[in-house]
């Protein structure tokens, strides 16, 4: 039980660092309310294991000291710590220290040591405090999964929004980024509901090499695919090529329906790759090899 959960927590902390590896600059305005230039080294000349997860130059000179946890033991000290290896990295530009906690418990009091002789305080954020929309409203598909993690009125219509936008990726980059997004759905426990609708969307790859998703997604099929039977395939990426063609040309005339909907799956997934490049329909739908 004690491995299984620090092998979560060790996928959490990937996961989040992942998402993290370009500054996420919308949520970077909620937190702080200023945009980083560049995200600095973390390694310290130090016996110490533990680094920082996140540090950010601002565009002040300022330092930006983020950490990402799920729970809140030892957070204290920890803090502390990394205030004095950062400073005596950068003594002459400010440090702000916050902590954006993703876990499902509310944090537990306490962001400060005091002491006869020491003073030390961070602040500590709740992600859920930040409404989902900030994050999905985002350019950003890092900062778009991250929005599973906020404060949600309607779980199912976030999760289809997210997913829309990751089944735009190629086969592979959707794979990474569902990877992803179920990790983090384990956080608030909609790893079922995330499967559901990605079920019902036909975001199909290959999960047998994935060891996220392969538990989740696994039928009976000895190949292990996530295609289901033809037609429910077929569906599933006619709802997905309508939808990109909609965002791109707006209402789609009946001509344009027919069509999706009396096609293979392959041929489906040939449109979606001209929609980038196509000035019109025609162009999407023309017979060109």
């Known amino acids: 039980m004690e491995d299984q959960k620090e092998k979560n ?58 950490e990402l946890q799920s729970s809140s033991e030892g957070m204290d000290w920890r803090m502390l710590m990394y205030y004095s290896l950062i400073r005596q990295r950068y003594p002459n530009r400010v440090l702000v220290q916050k902590v954006l906690y993703v876990g499902l418990k509310e944090w537990q009091p306490g962001s400060a040591i005091e002491e006869p002789n020491l003073s030390f305080r961070y602040e500590v954020v709740d992600i859920r405090s930040i409404d989902c929309r900030e994050l999905l409203d985002s350019p950003s598909l890092e900062e778009n999964i991250l929005a599973i993690l906020c404060r949600i009125d309607n779980q199912k219509d976030v999760i289809q929004e997210i997913l829309y936008r990751i089944s735009e990726l190629s086969i592979k980059a959707r794979a990474d980024a569902l990877t992803k997004l179920v990790i983090l759905s384990r956080l608030r426990r909609l790893e079922t509901v995330v499967k559901t ?59 344009a329906n027919e069509k999706i909907a009396k096609a293979e799956p392959s041929l489906l997934e040939e449109w979606s790759l001209r929609i980038l490049d196509a000035q019109s329909l025609d162009d999407v739908f023309s017979d060109k090899p």
């Open 9 to 66: 927590r060790s996928q959490y902390d990937t996961t989040l660092k992942d998402l993290f590896e370009q500054p996420p600059q919308r949520l970077l305005q909620i937190l702080i309310g200023r945009e980083a230039v560049e995200l600095l080294p973390v390694e310290f000349a130090s016996t110490q294991k533990r680094l920082p997860d996140l540090l950010f130059l601002l565009r002040d000179d300022s330092i930006f000291h983020l």
């Open 197 to 255: 609708e990605a079920e019902e969307m036909s975001l199909t790859f290959n999960v047998m090499e994935n060891d996220v998703l392969r538990p989740l997604f696994v039928r009976a099929q000895m190949d292990g695919e996530l295609v289901g039977e033809q037609r429910g395939r077929q569906e599933g990426e006619a709802k997905i090529l309508t939808r990109q063609l909609q965002r791109r040309f707006g209402n789609l005339p009946e001509w």
